[in-house]
């Protein structure tokens, strides 16, 4: 069933793997300040995948395209814009959605495409960004909200939040404080996004009307500065 949205407002897709704790951010954050914009389907990658259960319950339209029923990357990629374009989106957002897409894919949704990543961009693309972070010795380490392109984790930045890297922790520790900024950073570019902010210069760095701060940063022990 396809979701209804008011004209003018954006329509949202987010593809989800896991629990989808970015997921309910942007739900949240979307509903509680009234953005211009709905989120019209959450779409899983595994049926299985817990998120679903909480769009579900949210009133979220709610599917999986689950990439074992597939014999190949552009088959299954093939499958999940099949379902993406059902629901007419502006932007498709990737929050937690761990697969490897395919160079057609990501140019069928060029600069529509939007993407966070445990590491502050261009350092530690791929997996295991925490523990990379403290095997090199880097003093704050971060996420970033990016524009896809076909070359995995790169694209133009959007807004990044960073935390301090402390003596004590562990890659999970790490974690922990990263995603609990996760969730302020990335509800903030996805509204500007809905809001129609973000343009792009013809070298492929990202303008925000309005120049809002682009960088949230968490100092230990106290919460991401307003």
Do not use: K
Not at 48 to 69: F, K, M, N
């Amino acid at each position: 069933m396809l979701a209804a949205s008011s004209p003018g407002r954006r329509r949202l897709v987010i593809l989800i793997s896991g629990r989808g704790s970015n997921m309910q951010a942007l739900v949240q954050a979307c509903r509680q300040e009234n953005w211009p914009a709905d989120i019209v389907a959450v779409i899983a990658s595994r049926p299985d995948a817990a998120g679903l259960r909480w769009a579900g319950e949210a009133g979220i339209p709610i599917a999986s395209v689950y990439h074992r029923d597939y014999a190949g990357r552009e088959a299954f990629d093939a499958a999940l814009a099949e379902e993406i374009d059902r629901h007419r989106p502006d932007y498709v957002i990737l929050a937690g959605f761990m697969r490897v897409l395919t160079p057609g894919f990501v140019n069928r949704y060029a600069d529509r495409l939007v993407n966070i990543h445990p590491s502050l961009l261009p350092a530690f693309p791929g997996l295991h960004t925490h523990g990379q972070a403290l095997a090199t010795g880097v003093q704050v380490h971060g996420c970033t909200v990016h524009f896809v392109t076909p070359l995995l984790d790169h694209g133009p930045i959007i807004a990044q939040g960073c935390v301090p890297v402390l003596g004590g922790d562990s890659p999970e520790s790490l974690a922990e404080r990263v995603l609990a900024i996760e969730h302020r950073v990335f509800p903030a570019a996805v509204r500007w996004l809905a809001e129609g902010r973000v343009s792009q210069t013809a070298d492929h760095r990202v303008v925000v009307q309005g120049d809002p701060q682009r960088l949230y940063m968490w100092s230990a022990g106290n919460a991401p500065a307003d």
